[in-house]
Nanobody, 125 residues
Framework: VQLQACGGGSVQAGGSLRLSCAAS????????MGWFRQAPGKAREFVAC????????YYGDAVKGRFTISRDSAKNTVYLQMNSLKPEDTAVYYC???????????????????WGQGTLVTVSS
């Protein structure tokens, strides 16, 4: 599966952005999807993930209550709605997919097989 993330940009603190990740290739609904981010000089960290049927989601503590992950199988797209953005949310955001045979959601980046190219989000104070 190929993943293409978009929607990043510059926003002031308190603002909102919605990231999209379009998937092509095999059937989108067979993949557990996740979002990760990497701030300058820091390790990549988990942001959110969503089950294949969208019945389970999980969020990193830093974004819980502010970000929402969702998916639209008709559009082969996963979204990350980001509200109440903070300067510390500044990072390159990556979407990722687990192997098609896996049904369990995961917060560990090593368990994701496919990665998009990343989209930059900059939040100014």
């Amino acid at each position: 599966v190929q993943l293409q993330a978009c929607g990043g940009g510059s926003v002031q603190a308190g603002g909102s952005l919605r990231l999209s990740c379009a998937a092509s290739g095999r059937t989108f609904s067979t993949y557990v999807m996740g979002w990760f981010r990497q701030a300058p000089g820091k390790a990549r960290e988990f942001v959110a993930c969503i089950a294949r049927s969208a019945d389970h989601t999980y969020y990193g503590d830093a974004v819980k209550g502010r970000f929402t992950i969702s998916r639209d199988s008709a559009k082969n797209t996963v979204y990350l709605q980001m509200n109440s953005l903070k300067p510390e949310d500044t990072a390159v955001y990556y979407c990722a997919a687990r192997a098609a045979t896996v049904t369990v959601i995961s917060t560990h980046q090593s368990t994701y097989r496919y990665w998009g190219q990343g989209t930059l989000v900059t939040v100014s104070s």
